[in-house]
């Protein structure tokens, strides 16, 4: 078979992807074969498989390169944009009346041809000399050769459709992390005059959610450096827990934390906007990412009660309705993304899901975890990870594990017991104990494999019962297809470290026996101790 080849697309492209693949009648879907494939399947018999990352991984194919040929490879842009600033490449993102303006300036130019493009997304194209510039329909404008040529049209074109025409000041306010589980919070303010918005604009502002990191690196220097004041709140992962912990007892939720964290950049930002200018003199308008109106307005009505010159205004997207609001989710990402560097390289761990229950356990998990995100996602029923085992790989480890006798890490199951509980207790015991592994589909006693008939369905009812026990522990499933068709679902309890209770007793594998047994007085006060 032909070597796989690869290339990188952007996370945000992922899902669409996906769903351009699925729609093609040629595609046959397979299987994933690990945690970190998102997407495998199969165009004429070549393969292509899509991983979280982004990373596409093929086999070589006219068919599949000409769908691939859509999505830019991030690899390459990377390198380009290590001299991003010395090329004559224009990236620019325009609203709708100034992509018009633009198309309509391009178009009265004797010396400049309009050309046809094949691409579909594609407004208009144009070509002088040897230079093209290309206008997409989602206001999109990109030159890879041509920014010399073509910058003064569009400075031409958004002077004269302005967004804010009737303001000195624009604020522009956004925050990253918020619902994140690891690192911290950071809400950014960014305040710019229009010279200023048009050369940010012209130098590829945009929401931060469609840059690469690399990119927002190199533009969040040019914020720091063109704008008039900038200010970016963090808030970490332990002092996160502390105010969600108080704001929650006050009757408040995430929304009053993030109306909080926009007062104090703004008022920061306004802060360093006093000591350069008359600011009653200055009409500014404050645009924020909405969230929460209501909650917003009220801090923000407080902070502002001294100004009457300044007016707020809540959109959602608003990234993409203002490059000041552009400009702060750019400065609030590049923050969150140093601040993340910093702690992985601290805990030694990458900051990803599947190590969560590695994290958890760490020292310094603390500075780390927002505890209420994980555990709202642990008590949605998901787990931890899903591990695909297939072939003779999975033959091997059932052979080797239907050798050993039950213990106090290790039950056979031929199928889901009648009684709930029984299994509830079970998962229990273990994450009380020392953790333990459960294998649905091997009959206890003679150790024969029947398997599973739905192991989807398994999964399901499993992550169900889970929710019983309280504090949910921490599972982790693993299918294992055999070579004769039959299905195993191991199901991994991890070791808890708080007391895992149900319906109000506590559970106990005992090592000796390996019988579950709830625990008497003396055995809880000597295991909480522990906690």
Request: charged fraction near 30%; hydrophobic fraction near 35%.
């Amino acid at each position: 078979m032909t070597k796989l080849t690869s290339k990188t697309i952007r996370v945000e492209d992922i899902d669409r992807l996906v769903k351009q693949l699925k729609n093609d009648p040629a595609l046959e879907i397979d299987s994933v074969t690990n945690q970190y494939e998102l997407f495998r399947g199969r165009i004429e018999g070549k393969v292509i498989i899509i991983y979280k990352s982004g990373k596409v991984s093929y086999h070589p194919s006219p068919v599949i390169e000409k769908i691939l040929a859509d999505y830019e490879d991030v690899k390459i842009v990377r390198k380009k944009e290590t001299t991003r600033l010395a090329e004559d490449v224009l990236n620019v993102k325009l609203a709708e009346p100034q992509k018009n303006a633009l198309i309509e300036l391009l178009s009265n130019e004797s010396d400049i041809q309009r050309t046809g493009s094949k691409n579909q997304h594609v407004q208009a194209r144009f070509k002088k000399d040897k230079h093209v510039i290309e206008i997409y329909t989602t206001g999109s404008v990109y030159s890879p050769n041509g920014k010399s040529v073509f910058v003064s049209y569009v400075k031409d074109a958004i002077l004269q459709k302005p967004t804010h025409p009737d303001f000195d000041l624009i604020i522009g306010q956004d925050e990253a992390g918020k619902g994140e589980i690891f690192g911290p919070m950071v809400v950014a303010s960014v305040a710019l005059n229009n010279e200023q918005i048009v050369d940010l604009q012209l130098e590829g502002v945009r929401d931060s959610k469609k840059l690469n990191e690399s990119q927002i690196s190199d533009l969040s220097t040019l914020i720091k450096e063109k704008s008039l004041g900038k200010r970016a709140v963090t808030i970490g992962a332990e002092r996160f827990n502390e105010l969600y912990s108080q704001m929650k007892d006050e009757n408040k939720n995430l929304n009053d934390l993030l109306a909080w964290g926009h007062s104090k950049a703004l008022e920061e930002v306004l802060k360093q906007l006093n000591e350069h200018f008359d600011l009653p003199s200055k009409k500014i308008l404050v645009i924020i990412d909405e969230f929460n109106r209501i909650k917003t307005d009220e801090r923000i009505r407080g902070l502002l009660r001294k100004y009457s010159n300044i007016e707020v205004l809540q959109r959602h997207q608003a990234e993409d309705l203002s490059i000041s609001v552009a400009a702060a989710s750019i400065l609030a990402r590049h923050v969150r993304n140093v601040k993340m560097a910093k702690l992985e390289k601290e805990i030694g761990i990458p900051l990803k899901l599947e190590n969560l229950l590695k994290i958890s356990l760490h020292d310094l998990r603390d500075k780390v975890i927002k505890r209420q995100f994980a555990r709202t996602y642990l008590n949605r029923g998901q787990v931890i990870n899903r591990n695909i085992i297939e072939g003779v790989q999975a033959e091997k480890h059932i052979e080797k594990i239907r050798k050993q006798m039950e213990s106090h890490k290790l039950d056979f199951k031929k199928e889901f017991p009648r009684q709930t509980h029984d299994i509830v207790k079970l998962i229990s015991a273990f994450a009380n104990h020392e953790g333990g592994d459960i294998y649905f589909g091997i009959e206890d006693k003679t150790k024969e494999i029947v398997g599973v008939e739905n192991v989807q369905k398994l999964e399901e009812r499993i992550s169900g019962v889970r929710k019983l026990c309280d504090p949910p522990p921490l599972l982790e499933f693993f299918i294992y297809h055999l070579p004769d068709g039959k299905t195993i679902l191991k199901v991994h309890i991890e070791k808890s470290e708080e007391l895992v209770g149900y319906d109000g007793a506590f559970y106990y594998r005992d090592k000796n026996s390996s019988v579950t047994r709830k625990l008497k007085r003396r055995e809880l006060e000597e295991l909480f101790k522990r906690t």
